[in-house]
């Protein structure tokens, strides 16, 4: 007894020196698996892909510092302008869009390792999305001829809908936006929760379970997940047609990777696989960080006559052109 004792003893002790040597103390469920739980953001001003003034994937602290305070100084100038880079960005050119204090989409770079990144994107190399195969180009097109246009409710898109946020921020990917870049994660043996923020959608994770039958689609897609190691690996399929990510068909594919580096940070990862779409699979990274939170309600449509008017000016349209 005394000896299996000592062993005990001696295990933990190396256990402990090994981990105050070289790897962070990371939190730990009592069933011995990392613990995502809390409230984290992933806000940041990387972009999704690579712009052409940079080559590579990593950039150096001095570079990164330039391209903040251009985009620092571009948010300044557009504040309550009709149109800039931003405002491009979010489909508003030439309307205007929201005052510079709406947004929070960090003021930094991502940091990956110690160094700043240039795109969420890394693979391809080139860091950009993989061209539509000619398949999903037709596919697209067909689309857009038979759709009954904007003007009616549920042809506009599903974030003007407040069904879904937009820029795929709830995911599966779960990219950050310009805003309520915020995630509450609750998690038990059987199940995890990722409440998100923007529309208070809530992703369901089941855990070592098999994925529905493929004729049951769901807004965020059929998300199932297991742990290899200490990463929780969470595949999701079974998308509702309307979800279209990147104009993606029924087959989109998603693997997302949650590995906790740190007390105060969450490396993601997701691949995109859908053969029917995109030329090849690509995949993004970027942290997770830790935030106070609390996480408010988000009020989508609270005070919003924009679809309202949106609708209303195409009956008058039609009444215009004759058409009933």
Sequence with gaps: MRLGMGVCVAATALAAAGQSAGTPAVPRTPGGHPDLQGIWTNATITPLERPAAYKGLTISDADAQKFEQAESNDLKAEDGASDGKIIRAAGSAGTGAYNALFLDR????????????????????DGRVPPLTDAAKQRNRAEMRESSGLGGVKSRPLAERCLLGFGSTDGPPMLPVLYNNNYQIIQTPDTIMILVEMVHDVRVIRMNQPHLPSNLKKWLGDSVGRWEGDTLVVDTTNFRPEVRFRGAGANLHVIERFRRVDAHTIL?????????????????EFPFLAAAGPIYEYACHEGNYAL????GGARRMETLSGKK
């Design 268 to 284: 993601y990862r997701a691949t995109m696989d859908d053969p029917s779409t995109f030329a090849r699979p690509w995949t993004v």
């Design 308 to 311: 309202q008017d949106i609708l």
């Design 106 to 125: 960090g003021a930094e770079l991502e940091r990956v390792d110690g160094v700043k990144r240039t795109s969420l994107i890394v693979d391809p190399p």
